[in-house]
């Protein structure tokens, strides 16, 4: 009896064994250990920027699925009463958050260190709408950290905001949109760069 338990406990293990052999090693989830979003605006005659770095997001490898946020209050254009009309123009205690949630167009290879051009189609959404949206960017493993860098356009009437003007000088409805982020599947792993 006691040979027959063992017997079973061998098989048990093997069939354990070759089952947990046969799942990657490569983590299937990471998340923001470092995000940054930048926002690039004009005017007649000037550009500025706002800068967040309190952009989170985690990538799925397994099912492809990407979703990240910013708080809108964060972003920070160097000048308070620009960032005070910007907040009021955005709504932001109605609408705290802009989010983004897509899945990847193709698979990403995990054992590759090379930097991977990566298309994720999703849903933006800013100011309580949402928009089907394609953003386009690289993504490459440096260690056990991934580094994703991307950047899209997007219309403001398409968020129902309308563009902020003083006298006759009106901010371009266009805004150019960047996210840099390092992500892991260890929060506690230090970034390699």
Do not use: C
Not at 56 to 83: M, P, Q
Not at 101 to 124: C, I, M, R, T, Y
């Amino acid at each position: 009896m006691k040979a027959l338990s063992t017997t079973r406990k061998a098989i048990f293990l093997s069939v354990m064994g070759a089952w947990m052999l046969s799942i990657p090693l490569a983590a299937q989830v990471v998340a923001t250990k470092q995000g940054e979003v930048t926002f690039t605006s004009h005017v007649p005659l000037h550009t500025f920027s706002g800068v967040s770095q309190e952009l989170v997001g985690t990538i799925n490898f397994a099912d492809g699925t990407v979703d990240f946020y910013v708080d809108l209050a964060s972003l920070n254009t160097g000048i308070g009463k620009r960032d005070k009309d910007m907040r009021t123009t955005l709504e932001v205690k109605k609408y705290p958050f802009a989010e983004f949630f897509g899945s990847l167009v193709k698979p990403v290879d995990q054992n590759s260190l090379a930097s991977q051009p990566v298309e994720v189609k999703g849903s933006f959404g800013l100011h309580g709408v949402k928009e089907e949206i394609t953003v386009r960017g690289t993504l490459q493993r440096t260690g056990s950290s991934w580094q994703l860098d991307a950047s899209w356009s997007l219309n403001l009437s398409d968020y129902n905001i309308t563009p902020p003007k003083l006298l006759v000088m009106k901010v371009d409805e266009r805004q150019e949109i960047s996210i840099h982020a390092i992500l892991s599947s260890d929060p506690k792993q230090p970034v390699v760069r």
